[in-house]
């Protein structure tokens, strides 16, 4: 049983374009997050959300970036302008009950930036 | 700021056999996890094991186990009777306990390959 499931699982986009990758838990939880793995890298912290808000952003998470939770389940991450260097795959994940847990992970979101 | 370190890209072991993997990390903070996390083919990031730092004891998951060296800050993922199944890429991962919501900070990864 997936903890969180994220849609689309593949985006394809023209550089330039803005793109919304979108995350939906499972059951209701106070903390998520964004992380990032290039091809054949590790994975990087982008953003966590908390209550609605944004509790912590990394260096990466510049202003090309945004996330929301528009209809207060589902989460976005937006990025407005994409870059080639963008192609990545996007994770969402949520914590356990205490916020200080294990993090559990959606399948991803592989974007292809032409 | 926390590192976490993985000096082995790539390691290879035959079926039923043991294999361990390395990883260390650097933080000055006292109360953290530490987890194992297998990405197959398909980059679903899977949950293998995870230790809190407060417990000396190694956890524990069935054919997964760790040897957890606080004081040398060192976290180690031993694999035991190997199965194909286990071919994956594993990322080791830390995350402090002091504060609520932050962040993972993971290793590069090993690629682990599992032969016939």
């Known amino acids: 049983e997936p903890e969180v499931t994220q849609t689309p699982s593949h985006q394809v986009t023209q550089m330039g374009q803005e793109v919304i990758l979108r995350c939906v838990p499972i059951?209701?939880?106070?903390?998520f997050y964004w992380y990032r793995q290039i091809l054949g890298q590790k994975v990087e912290f982008l953003v966590s959300?908390?209550?609605?808000?944004?509790?912590?952003k990394s260096e990466i998470f510049d202003d090309q970036f945004s996330v929301e939770r528009p209809d207060g389940s589902n989460f976005t991450l937006k990025i407005r302008s994409t870059k080639l260097e963008d192609s990545a795959m996007y994770f969402c994940?949520?914590?356990?009950?205490?916020?200080?847990?294990?993090?559990?992970f959606g399948p991803g979101t592989r974007l292809t930036v032409l | 700021a926390q590192t976490v370190t993985q000096s082995q890209p790539e390691m290879s072991v035959q079926e039923a056999e043991t294999v361990t993997l390395s990883c260390t990390y650097d933080?000055?903070?006292?109360?953290?996890?530490l987890f194992w996390y297998k990405q197959p083919p398909s980059r679903q990031m899977i949950l293998v094991i995870r230790?809190?730092?407060?417990?000396?004891q190694n956890a524990t998951e069935n054919r997964f186990s760790v040897n957890f060296q606080k004081a040398a800050k060192s976290f180690s993922l031993k694999i035991s009777d190997s199965q194909l199944g286990d071919a994956a890429m594993y990322f080791c991962?830390?995350?402090?306990?002091?504060?609520?919501?932050?962040?993972?900070?993971f290793g590069e990864g090993t690629q682990l390959t599992v032969n016939p």
């Open positions: 230790q809190e730092a407060y417990k000396q």
């Open positions: 959300f908390y209550n609605n808000e944004i509790s912590e």
């Open positions: 059951s209701n939880h106070l903390y």
């Open positions: 991962a830390y995350r402090s306990e002091e504060t609520s919501g932050s962040r993972l900070t």
């Open positions: 933080t000055s903070e006292s109360d953290y996890y």
């Open positions: 994940a949520r914590d356990g009950p205490r916020g200080t847990d294990t993090q559990y």
